[in-house]
């Protein structure tokens, strides 16, 4: 790369990657090894240490892995990246790095059902307790804040109902407040909004959906950008700023400073808790990733089309795409997105909770399936699949009542993508 400050696109093909040292192998190779031979024994115990950085375990680093993190955290703006296994390994890792046993964290309500499924139930057990706000009211988070409050989470374009969170005015109560911001920017991807730019302090991503773009690996990062400053803050955050028994009393914030948190995700987090991502699905993510521009316009393109399209069909009652001039997000989509608003949205159909399903079964392009940001069109019926273990009222209030269809728009033909809907929601009458 010769340009001093490359461009997106440029990023999104190079950022971390070089070609391979010892083969001249252009593409990054897939390091499918367990572990790496140490130099010598002073060079093992340096690494062990952390004094060196370098490979150990494929658990903890891998160079396909390192390569992956590289990109990530040059899209997003950051200072460094943790890869790991799954979107929720990385909510997982970096909420595990911010909270102690009675600690609570304020989320926006809006959110993939897993998320809601995980803050709600399994960290429960660790005496994590999630306070619900409302991701369209920024001061709903304000409210919700206590003296035990350790993070703030939202999601940026919310899954699935496509609202998009004022990122701005909650990462100004999370600064009042001297909380940092997590932003899940899934399904936006740094393409279309990079949450650093609005005040985020960490960003975690499910790199299975338009990341990876593909449908084909598992996978999740945390980026640290750099801008929390840990050893001022107001709250003790222990596992950066206290000597940490298992490095010689190292104080990791004041040794790796503006990156510590991405280092205490992979040397607390990721070490003893184990979800990596596996070198092959790290290539796999990485070859998507390149062609994230090419992908994204695309998909914004045809889920635009598409939101127009169900906006005047008889059958259905509503669609909320924030790409549409009359939609409620539809100022922050300009924005904070201003090159469109993602490929996954949802509509109402008149018919209800059986319309909903009918409609998914009749549909032959688009895949009913739970997964969302893969270059094919997919649907799915959230009543009755991803939210069905919330309550009634946590599915609306999640954007997911009984009417509503989820579609995530694929890069095919918008004329083909249009006609199938066409003959599907003729059948469902
Ligand atoms: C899918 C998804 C996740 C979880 O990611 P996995 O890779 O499936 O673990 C988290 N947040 C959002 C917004 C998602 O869409």
Redesign the pocket.
């Known amino acids: 790369m010769t340009a001093a400050t490359p461009r997106f696109a440029t990023l999104a093909v190079h950022a971390g990657s070089a070609p391979d040292a010892s083969t001249g192998a252009r593409v990054t190779p897939i390091y499918q090894t367990a572990s790496f031979v140490f130099n010598d024994a002073d060079h093992a115990a340096s690494l062990f240490g952390l004094e060196a950085f370098g490979n150990i375990y494929t658990r903890i680093t891998n160079p396909t892995q390192s390569v992956l993190e590289s990109r990530v955290a040059a899209l997003e703006g950051g200072t460094a990246a943790l890869a790991v296994a799954?979107?929720?390994?990385a909510?997982f890792l970096a909420l595990h790095t911010l909270m102690e046993p009675g600690d609570e964290f304020v989320a926006g309500r809006q959110?993939?059902g897993?998320?809601i499924n995980q803050f709600n139930h399994s960290f429960k057990k660790f005496d994590w307790h999630v306070v619900w706000a409302d991701s369209t009211d920024p001061e709903s988070f304000a409210r919700a804040i206590t003296l035990k409050t350790r993070a703030i989470f939202c999601?940026s374009i919310c899954?699935p109902g496509g609202i998009i969170a004022d990122l701005p005015a909650i990462a100004a109560i999370a600064k009042a407040h001297g909380i940092p911001f997590i932003v899940?920017n899934?399904?936006a991807s740094p393409y279309l909004c990079r949450p650093k730019e609005f005040g985020a302090d960490i960003v975690v991503e499910?790199?299975?959906?338009f990341m990876g773009g593909h449908g084909n690996s598992?996978?999740?990062v945390i980026v640290d950008c750099g801008t929390y400053d840990w050893l001022g803050a107001k709250h003790r955050y222990k596992t950066l700023v206290e000597p940490n028994a298992s490095y010689n009393g190292m104080r990791l914030a004041e040794t790796f400073g503006n990156f510590a948190f991405a280092i205490a995700c992979r040397v607390m987090g990721l070490r003893d808790l184990g979800p990596a991502i596996s070198p092959m699905n790290a290539f796999l993510i990485l070859t998507g990733i390149e062609t994230l521009p090419l992908r994204m316009a695309k998909h914004c393109e045809n889920a635009l089309a598409v939101a127009q399209y169900l906006e005047k069909h008889p059958g259905v009652s509503w669609v909320n795409y924030a790409g549409l001039p009359g939609n409620k997000s539809y100022a922050l989509q300009q924005k904070l997105c201003p090159l469109g608003a993602g490929a996954v949205f949802t509509f109402g159909l008149k018919g209800g909770y059986e319309a909903g399903k009918r409609l998914c079964s009749e549909l032959r392009l688009f895949s009913l399936l739970a997964n969302?940001g893969d270059t094919r069109s997919l649907v799915i019926h959230p009543a009755s699949t991803t939210h069905r273990q919330l309550t009634d009222a946590q599915r609306t209030a999640a954007g997911a009542g009984d009417e509503v269809i989820r579609l995530s728009v694929g890069i095919e033909d918008k004329a083909d993508i249009i006609a199938d809907l066409e003959q599907a929601l003729a059948k469902v009458g």
């Open positions: 799954s979107g929720h390994a909510q959110l993939y897993g998320s999601e899954n899940d899934t399904m499910s790199l299975t959906k598992i996978g999740g969302i």
